[in-house]
C-alpha cells in the first residue's frame, strides 16, 4: 500500500504588526478570500478565516511534505504586498513577525470553527494578548511570558 496519508489540522494566530487596528471590515472581505487562495496555492486548504483588526485566525489543512514557517512566509508576505498594490492607503500594512500554530483533532472542528465565527463577540470580553497566553497554555506550549511584556505584545495603538 503506497502512498502517505495524513491530517495536519492547524489553528494559526497571528496579528498586524505592532497589533496596530489596520484589518477593517471592508479590507477584511477581499483580503481573507485572497489569504485562501494564497494557501489553495500552497497546496493547503483553509477551512476558516477570520479576525478583527488587529490579528487573525486561520484554520487550515496543511500538507506532510512542507514547514507551516514556509506558507506562513509566503501567507504573509504575499497578503502584504497584495494590500500594498490594492489598497495604497493602507500602505503601512504590515504583520508581527511570527505566529502561533496549534494542532486540531477533527473531533473539535465544530468548536473551533464557532470560536473562528465568533471573534468580534469574543474579544469583547478578552484581549489578544490574554487570548494568545490562555492558547498557548492551553496547548501547554511553553513560552518565555517576558516576551509577551514587551512591544510585540504590547496594548494595541488606537487612532
Known sequence: MPGTYSQILLHVVFSTKNRAP???PALAE????????????EKGVLFDINGIEDHVHMYLRWRHDAAISDLMRVVKGQASRW?????PEHRA???????????????????LKAY????????????????????????EIEFDPRA??????APAVRP
Open 22 to 24: 489596520l484589518i477593517t
Open 30 to 41: 477581499r483580503l481573507y478570500p485572497y489569504m485562501g487562495g494564497i494557501v489553495r496555492t
Open 83 to 87: 494590500v500594498h498594490d490594492t489598497f
Open 93 to 111: 500594512f504590515a504583520w508581527q513577525e511570527g505566529y502561533s500554530a496549534f494542532t486540531v483533532s477533527k473531533s473539535q472542528e465544530p468548536v
Open 116 to 139: 473562528i465565527a465568533g471573534q468580534r463577540e469574543h474579544h469583547k470580553k478578552e484581549d489578544f494578548k490574554s487570548e494568545l497566553l490562555r492558547l498557548l497554555t492551553l496547548h
Open 148 to 153: 509577551f511584556h514587551g512591544p510585540r505584545l
